[in-house]
């Protein structure tokens, strides 16, 4: 069945270390997308691509940053892990503009101590 | 840009009673507006989705929403909630080609 996974699964890291998370989704969707999940702030958007070669800033992109080299992958990566990024980190992809649903993968738990 | 607001953070209720959770989105044209759940320790899941037609929508698991225009709202019902229904519940509306916005989440628990 087709799918999308997110590793690791949960991660510790330290201040000050680059940390990649990695999103597969064997849908063969377009876009894909990077969420963080906070107490009280729901799910806010951080970066998002509608194909390969495009990515883009969504609405807490500072310190983060994604590489769109083929259909399937989508990495997170922090450059400098910081404290604030302690967090979920959700997954997801969507196929077309008819349906607008988004599919999302089972989230990263990152602790930045 | 789009805004989502639920209204409540936590909703308890008792098992086999009717349950309403409460969204209003930020007046716009073609509003698309989704409701999705996450279970404990899961991704998000699609529940229903309103893109067109009847106001009224239905989903899965015996969830229904209804599309008021005019109050900008989009609330999730069930007439009779079980314990397996306990999760948090979020409110989204679209916003530019693809993208959703969603609101802060409410946890609903139901108890026995």
């Known amino acids: 069945d087709a799918e999308i996974t997110q590793s690791p699964r949960h991660k510790i890291t330290e201040t000050g270390r680059q940390v990649t998370l990695a999103c597969h989704q064997t849908?063969?969707?377009?876009?894909m997308f990077w969420y963080r999940q906070d107490l009280g702030h729901g799910l806010r958007l951080i970066h998002y691509?509608?194909?390969?070669?495009?990515?883009n800033k969504g609405e807490v992109s500072d310190g983060y940053s994604v590489s769109r080299s083929n259909t399937e992958d989508l990495p997170l990566t922090l450059e400098s892990a910081a404290s604030s990024q302690t967090s979920v980190y959700f997954c997801?992809?969507?196929?077309?503009?008819?349906?607008?649903?988004?599919?999302f993968g089972p989230g990263t738990r990152l602790t930045v101590t | 840009a789009q805004s989502v607001t639920q209204l409540d953070s936590q909703v308890p209720v008792f098992e086999e009673a009717p349950v309403e959770l409460r969204c209003n989105y930020s007046?716009?044209?073609?509003?698309?507006l989704f409701w999705y759940v996450q279970y404990p320790n899961q991704g998000l899941q699609l529940l229903l989705k309103?893109?067109?037609?009847?106001?009224l929508v239905k989903g899965i698991n015996g969830f229904e929403a209804e599309f008021n225009k005019s109050q900008t709202s989009f609330h999730l019902r069930k007439p009779s909630v079980h314990i397996s229904d306990t999760a948090e519940y979020f409110c989204?509306?679209?916003?530019?080609?693809?993208?959703?916005?969603f609101g802060q989440g409410t946890r609903l628990t139901i108890n026995p």
């Open positions: 997801a992809s969507s196929w077309d503009s008819t349906t607008y649903e988004q599919y």
């Open positions: 849908w063969n969707h377009n876009n």
């Open positions: 691509s509608y194909g390969v070669q495009d990515t």
């Open positions: 007046s716009s044209v073609s509003v698309y």
């Open positions: 309103y893109l067109s037609g009847s106001t």
């Open positions: 989204a509306v679209r916003e530019g080609a693809q993208k959703l916005v």
